[in-house]
């Protein structure tokens, strides 16, 4: 009975959302990559439960990661790096294709359906104390 009952608490685990420093991750994706291609977006349903700010993320899988605001003006996309990005309490915020998301800068390999992507998020308080979460950008198939 106990060689099922480890692997169901291992399935449950990776499963369950990121939570820590009294932030909630969820839903937490980065989009696959082709050969070659050097970056790549990361997007996530983020919740605080008091006012703090994202203000850093690293990954092995890249040189660096940045935060960014996206949106399109007309026929015109505006793209531009933010210094942080704030987490009102209990309000989710969401990173997401064609608004606020991370970009993973300098890919080291191809982002592939189905791999995992560690990632570290770091969250400052309004006195300055930071606190990082480690997370799991899961990567989707694909579309044709």
Do not use: C
Request: charged share 20%; aromatic share 4%; net charge negative.
């Amino acid at each position: 009975m106990r060689i099922y009952v480890l692997p169901l608490l291992a399935a449950l685990m990776f499963a369950s959302p990121a939570q820590a420093a009294d932030v909630r991750i969820e839903n937490a994706w980065a989009r696959p990559t082709v050969p070659g291609q050097q970056v790549a977006g990361a997007f996530m349903d983020i919740t605080a439960e008091r006012d703090l700010e994202l203000v850093a993320g690293a990954t092995p899988a890249a040189a660096a990661v940045e935060l960014h605001f996206m949106r399109m003006d007309g026929e015109r996309m505006e793209m531009r790096e933010l210094e942080s990005i704030r987490l009102p309490a209990g309000k989710t915020v969401s990173l997401q294709p064609g608004g606020l998301h991370a970009m993973l800068i300098g890919l080291k390999t191809p982002l592939g359906g189905g791999d995992s992507v560690p990632m570290t998020l770091t969250v400052r308080d309004g006195a300055g104390k930071q606190s990082t979460i480690e997370i799991t950008l899961g990567v989707p198939a694909p579309r044709d």
